[in-house]
């Protein structure tokens, strides 16, 4: 036969568990403990008020440029629920609710959107990788940590995270084409939250849905709707599982939305029209799962309330903290710190330079 | 004439080069209907459509090695990387294509695009959103490295560079983007590339810069003349590469004393070269060593810190009066 069908035994499934209204899919209720469902909930809470809180730090000077997550809290939280804490977090930039989550302090986000680098800094060894900036280029570490895990024959995966815009990058199909290859344990999470800064998903790339890419590297692609906490979780947990138990890798598209701006120094109004942004109001990940969990008797409006006033609080103590550091000011040898295991010689003598200048200008300015 | 900011006298050069030849198309990310993430493709997409101000994915290496086969088939793609710090996925493209297709097709193909990017410290920004990596690209043989410090040469530059028949890098000083204004004409203005420029004419000391840290140059020039009663001959380098020699070996000759001011790391930087070109025409005439003011050899630090990194009047100026006292 010259020309006949290939028979390829996949297709993306699409997964939506509580809708937009809150109405639940029964038979598909993935029956979390009610302990763990309150946990998933007060951090998607102070994943959105962390970011409210930042958004007005940075609209009054005090820390620079960032990207918010609002709108995200579901796909980032349901995702990264899904893995225990000696497996390893490869974030990009948008995932500062997940990053809470993994055991990263609300005051090490602030330093570092101020422009400390103490802002890195933990005191405790956490599997994490920090915040990638270059578009889809922590994808390939993530395949590494991967191989790595089964070299060692560990029981560890890797989950790493990228937006829509990154599904373009070469980085993002080196990565995917590795880890089938390898059939390594990484979970591709993709965040399709519609907007590359001012391009939108439907310029980004002709696929019909981005989950679909998996498929031409032979690895099982799923579509869920990303402002479903419990959508993601369970397709994070299926793709755990899998990795885990040697299956290989998954890539799982979240869609969701950037109800924000790219990062505060963009002007979404530009290219993107206010009903777009209303109708997606409409699906907030939010107000479902809360009313998800009124209507399993596990929480109240006075209970968001008061869980809304201690977040506020703990807030408050990490931007005191912060604040008090970076009013201390860091001292500018330490840009020398860092930079090799040891400091060769013409780092040496430049950190003394560096000093000297230093000390003259305050003598300058003293006298 | 009208006062412009560097972003205004680029727009404008693209603007004219578009209405003057529909070969020149712009692309890269944000450029359409966002104007660019600093605004300097803004209402391109209005007066030429989204054919010649083309958003494309998200992928650098794509927008440049797209670039490249335009420019074979006969357009002139401007494209844009939204921060040189992003750059390195598309360095591939430019050294292995870009600077070398003539070379390989001996003469019968070539490669005349601009890749526009914004480079430099001093913004308050985010990780690489900072570096001056400038070196990487003038140090590749078939590319012309283009560095303007104000609106009216950036304006003249660009032009020149989207008619020059070979790949040209043209960096833009994110910190002088809007710093000030300069008055730009509406009628066309070209410059050569490959020329520097003598900004003010001196007999002690020779200070040779480019770029963003022509502000901090020219500002310490005024204090040592001020202060000190030195007379520095300030030069513009404009073009990295080819680097243009002749008029600061001239200046040289005149002042025996030289410093070269720029915010990339020391070693291996610019004035590595720079200083080499004193030595081999220069060596003569010299009084003192040469001395550098450059950014250190460390990844420029998170905001918080990069005044200290960056080479600053105070900085400058004490490193002159070094030289002179020497």
Redo the contacts between chains.
């Keep these: 036969m010259p020309r006949k069908k290939i028979d390829l035994p996949y297709q993306v499934e699409y997964l939506s568990i509580l809708d937009e209204k809150g109405e639940l899919d029964e038979k598909l209720d993935p029956n979390i403990s009610d302990e763990y469902l309150l946990k998933l909930h007060r951090a998607m809470l102070l994943g959105r008020t962390f970011d409210a809180r930042l958004l007005n730090l940075q609209r009054q000077g005090r820390i620079g440029t960032f990207a918010p997550i609002t709108g995200q809290e579901a796909s980032q939280l349901g995702a990264v629920s899904a893995l225990r804490p000696s497996d390893w977090f490869v974030p990009s930039f948008r995932e500062t609710a997940a990053e809470l989550w993994r055991g990263r302090t609300m005051e090490s986000v602030i330093l570092a959107f101020g422009g400390f680098s103490e802002g890195a800094k933990s005191e405790e060894k956490l599997n994490n990788l920090p915040v990638a900036v270059p578009v889809a280029s922590q994808v390939l570490h993530a395949v590494g940590i991967g191989w790595a895990i089964k070299y060692r024959q560990k029981d560890d995966v890797v989950m790493t995270f990228f937006g829509d815009g990154g599904t373009s990058e070469g980085d993002f199909h080196e990565g995917m084409n590795f880890a089938a290859v390898y059939q390594v344990p990484v979970i591709f999470v993709c965040q399709n939250n519609q907007w590359a800064i001012s391009v939108p998903r439907s310029k980004q790339t002709h696929s019909k849905t981005l989950a679909q890419k998996a498929l031409a590297y032979d690895m099982p692609g799923i579509q869920v709707d990303g402002n479903d906490v419990l959508a993601v979780y369970v397709a994070a947990t299926e793709a755990v599982e899998r990795a885990r138990s040697g299956g290989g890798p998954t890539m799982i598209e979240c869609v969701t939305y950037r109800m924000m701006m790219h990062t505060t120094a963009d002007d979404p109004k530009r290219y993107r029209t206010e009903e777009e942004v209303e109708a997606w109001k409409k699906r907030d990940p939010l107000p479902r799962f809360q009313k998800y969990l009124k209507d399993k008797n596990l929480l109240t409006e006075e209970n968001i309330n008061g869980l809304e006033q201690e977040i506020k609080d703990e807030i408050q103590t990490a931007v005191e903290n912060a604040e008090e550091q970076m009013k201390a000011g860091g001292d500018p040898l330490d840009m020398f710190e860092h930079a090799y295991a040891e400091l060769p010689p013409n780092l040496i003598a430049q950190r003394e330079e560096l000093k000297q200048e230093l000390a003259a200008m305050k003598e300058e300015s003293n006298g | 004439m009208a006062k412009m900011t560097m972003v205004q006298a680029l727009n404008l050069a693209l603007k004219q080069e578009m209405e003057k030849d529909e070969s020149v198309i712009v692309l890269g990310?944000?450029v359409?209907?966002?104007?660019g993430?600093f605004r300097v493709t803004d209402g391109l997409i209005d007066q030429f459509g989204d054919q010649r101000s083309l958003?494309?994915?998200?992928?650098?290496?794509?927008i440049v090695g797209m670039s490249i086969g335009m420019a074979v088939y006969g357009l002139r793609p401007v494209c844009e990387i939204q921060f040189s710090?992003?750059s390195?996925?598309n360095f591939h493209q430019i050294e292995s294509h870009a600077a070398r297709l003539r070379w390989r097709s001996q003469g019968q193909l070539h490669v005349p695009m601009v890749l526009r990017t914004p480079y430099g410290g001093g913004v308050?920004?985010?990780?690489?959103?900072s570096e001056s990596r400038e070196v990487f690209y003038a140090h590749i043989p078939g590319l012309k490295m283009v560095i303007p410090s104000g609106p009216r040469n950036a304006r003249a530059l660009l032009v020149s560079a989207i008619r020059d028949p070979d790949p040209v890098i043209f960096f833009e000083g994110k910190a002088i983007y809007r710093a000030f204004r300069e008055e730009v004409p509406e009628e066309e203005e070209t410059m050569s590339i490959g020329k520097s420029q003598v900004i003010t004419k001196g007999k002690d000391i020779t200070m040779i810069s480019y770029g963003a840290m022509m502000r901090p140059t020219l500002e310490a020039a005024v204090e040592l003349e001020q202060k000190d009663g030195i007379e520095a001959e300030v030069i513009d380098l404009l073009s990295i590469s080819p680097l243009d020699d002749q008029l600061f070996i001239q200046s040289v000759n005149k002042t025996g004393r030289a410093m070269v001011i720029h915010e990339a790391p020391?070693?291996f930087g610019p004035g590595a070269e720079i200083v080499s070109r004193i030595m081999e025409k220069a060596f003569y005439f010299l009084e003192a060593p040469i001395s550098r003011v450059t950014g250190?050899?460390?990844?420029i630090?998170?905001?918080?810190?990069?005044m200290?990194?960056l080479p600053g009047v105070?900085?400058i100026v004490?490193a002159a009066r070094k030289t002179l006292s020497t």
């Design positions: 990310e944000d359409g209907l966002d104007g993430v958003d494309t994915p998200l992928a650098e290496s794509g710090g992003f390195y996925l308050r920004a985010l990780e690489h959103h020391r070693s250190f050899d460390v990844t630090p998170l905001f918080s810190r990069e200290a990194y105070q900085r004490s």
